[in-house]
């Protein structure tokens, strides 16, 4: 492709409404224009990448036996209110209606979608299992856009989803996706890890990520550094034993706490550490108040709360809840003389607490020498913080770490949960009618753009692997007025074209340091300049990752390039 002949607007400025690197350089190297906030036109270099990331995906998916097909974007609600979504997805779900006034989504998943199509065409256990699966643009009326294609409105996903008559069946197709899924991300040079997962709004259990490293990642990764064990942290199990300290209890005692409201300041206040301090958070669960207890020095993952309980839905109350219950603020909310009916529950650390310090329900007003089961009484312990670092890993083996990462692919088994609600079944071997079992699996093919972006760059540009850069050459001729530099070029743009490499050349006729700095910002693996040397048929080569630079003889070009594009 010739460079006067395509669009690639670059910028030499930095986007001030960019605010991470990958935004910024998708931006400026003129991969991307933003049309609204989380809207962006992909230009011809972006979409070259996206179709090989593409061609990745559907070669992996291809060989474990997934059929493509294209589901509409535009669903009807009425099949949201079958599966019980259609409200509990929330705002993020667009929602519109025709000429007609009837009720429709624009699809940020399509569980819904898929399971209707099958219910309606496949009867019996004969044509299972069966995995479908679709590359398309998804619509979710994000809050705040931000990060540039790693939360927008507008993105393209591939999504699967596997059906199934047995739990057996759907184990195996798990385990091979998780396979198939592994081997995409590291044929797209990835630095990424698979770790447990919660399901959120798409429901199911036994659900893995796909994160890629990148410090602006918006999950946190809790990992072993002696093991493979790695979880997002909503997930991590903390597996310590709490010892108990051994001293005598004492006695409750009401003590004055005049505006110390935090477990920082209440500790500090009393000369203790915050470990003997027990957080007292109040939470809605399922619309129910319930307390919820850790100590002070663990936060309390909702998520965990949430799977334990057997919730629906868990959210943090409101000041107004608390003085309607306790009748005082939140910073003096504690678990003594509680509401009848009120259920405790409380993380497992809590038994380790010997006169400990809590809220008295009273503004400005602690309990000291506060001791579980003694004192108050707990509906039920949990494990209900967040892992921490420094904590032994969940598998027995070293302790945990923390890292950032970006959700790359998530994988989930449904199970009948989709099924059940929207009596989507098949008749078994004995001419039974069945709910089939059911697996969600899917890849954020934009977002992926932008991971690579992060991972492959430097402070002049991209730096793109080979095996999914949207050129293998940039050919660069310096000064196009001068003919054997322009001669030069242009037999070599046919001659690599005729090798089958995907090259760019630059037949502009701007400055030099225009054209480098250009190439650095698009970020192609391979360099080839014509300069003055043109005459005697030497050429400079410089390869982008490693910023090598060499001179060859133009009769050694596509032997060494062969080379090069032949190694791992």
Same mark, same amino acid.
């Given at each position: ?33 933003? @049309? ?37 974007? $535009?669903?009807? &609600? ?10 509990? #997805? ?18 940020? %998943? ?28 998804? !619509? ?6 931000? !990060? ?25 197709? #798990? ?94 206040? $009393?000369?203790?550490? %915050? ?125 945990i770490q923390f890292v950032k990462g970006i959700e790359l692919g998530h994988i989930f088994k449904l199970g009948t949960t989709y099924s059940e609600a929207m009596d989507a079944s098949f008749l078994d071997d004995n001419g039974k009618s069945q709910p089939y079992f059911m697996g969600c699996y899917g890849i954020g093919i934009s977002r992926i753009l932008a991971a690579i972006a992060e991972q492959f760059r430097d402070e002049s540009g991209l730096k793109w692997p080979k095996?999914?850069?949207? !050129?293998?050459?940039?050919? @660069? ?23 089958? #490499? ?16 250009? &190439? ?13 040397? &043109?005459?005697?048929? @030497? ?30």
């Amino acid at each position: 492709m010739k460079q006067t002949r395509t669009l690639i607007p670059t910028m030499r400025e930095v986007p001030s409404d960019a605010d991470v690197a990958s935004h910024q350089l998708l931006l400026r190297a003129g991969f991307l224009r933003q @049309i609204s906030s989380g809207v962006y036109s992909f230009l011809p270099l972006a979409v070259r990448v996206l179709r090989k990331i593409e061609a990745v995906i559907r070669e992996e998916l291809n060989a474990i036996e997934a059929v493509e097909v294209l589901l509409p974007a $535009l669903q009807q &609600a009425e099949i949201w209110q079958e599966s019980g979504r259609l409200d509990a #997805y929330g705002p993020e779900l667009f929602r519109l209606q025709d000429r007609h006034a009837r009720q429709f989504v624009l699809g940020p %998943t399509h569980e819904e979608v898929i399971t209707t199509l099958v219910r309606d065409e496949v009867k019996s256990y004969k044509k299972l299992p069966l995995t479908l699966y679709q590359i398309q643009t998804k !619509f979710r009326d994000e809050q705040r856009p931000r !990060f540039g294609l790693l939360r927008g409105r507008e993105f393209i996903m591939k999504d699967a989803y596997s059906f199934h008559d047995s739990k057996e069946s759907l184990d195996a197709k #798990y385990t091979e996706m998780q396979a198939a899924y592994t081997a995409i991300f590291t044929r797209l040079g990835l630095d990424f890890r698979v770790v447990l997962a919660d399901g959120g709004a798409i429901g199911g259990t036994d659900t893995h990520e796909f994160m890629a490293l990148s410090d602006i990642g918006e999950d946190t990764i809790a990992y072993s550094n002696l093991s493979t064990y790695a979880a997002n942290i909503e997930m991590a199990t903390v597996n310590v034993t709490y010892e108990k300290a051994n001293e005598p209890l004492k006695d409750m005692e009401k003590v004055a706490t005049p505006n110390q409201r935090s477990i920082e300041e209440v500790s500090t206040f $009393l000369n203790s550490d %915050t470990a003997r301090c027990i957080k007292t958070l109040l939470f809605k669960i399922d619309g129910q108040l319930a307390v919820v207890l850790c100590r002070g020095d663990h936060e309390i993952n909702a998520i965990k709360l949430k799977n334990a309980v057997g919730a629906s839905s868990v959210e943090l109350a409101d000041s107004k809840d608390a003085v309607e219950l306790f009748a005082c603020a939140f910073g003096s909310v504690g678990p003594v003389k509680i509401p009848l009916g009120v259920q405790v529950y409380a993380d497992h650390a809590i038994q380790s607490v010997v006169n400990g310090i809590c809220g008295a329900n009273e503004d400005g007003y602690h309990f000291i020498n506060v001791n579980p089961e003694r004192d108050f009484e707990v509906t039920r312990y949990e494990d209900l913080r967040y892992i921490q670092e420094g904590d032994p890993s969940p598998d027995g083996n070293g302790t945990i770490q923390f890292v950032k990462g970006i959700e790359l692919g998530h994988i989930f088994k449904l199970g009948t949960t989709y099924s059940e609600a929207m009596d989507a079944s098949f008749l078994d071997d004995n001419g039974k009618s069945q709910p089939y079992f059911m697996g969600c699996y899917g890849i954020g093919i934009s977002r992926i753009l932008a991971a690579i972006a992060e991972q492959f760059r430097d402070e002049s540009g991209l730096k793109w692997p080979k095996q999914i850069a949207p !050129f293998d050459i940039h050919i @660069i001729a310096v000064n196009t007025k001068d003919d054997q530099q322009r001669e030069l070029a242009e037999e070599l743009y046919s001659l690599l074209k005729s090798y089958r #490499y995907d090259v760019l050349y630059d037949d502009r006729s701007d400055r030099a340091g225009v054209k480098f700095a250009d &190439a650095d910002l698009i970020g192609l693996p391979v360099r080839i300049t014509i300069g003055k040397k &043109a005459e005697d048929g @030497i050429v400079e080569v410089k390869f982008r990752q490693t910023g090598e630079s060499l001179e060859w003889q133009k009769e050694e070009v596509t032997e060494k390039l062969q080379a090069f594009f032949a190694m791992d």
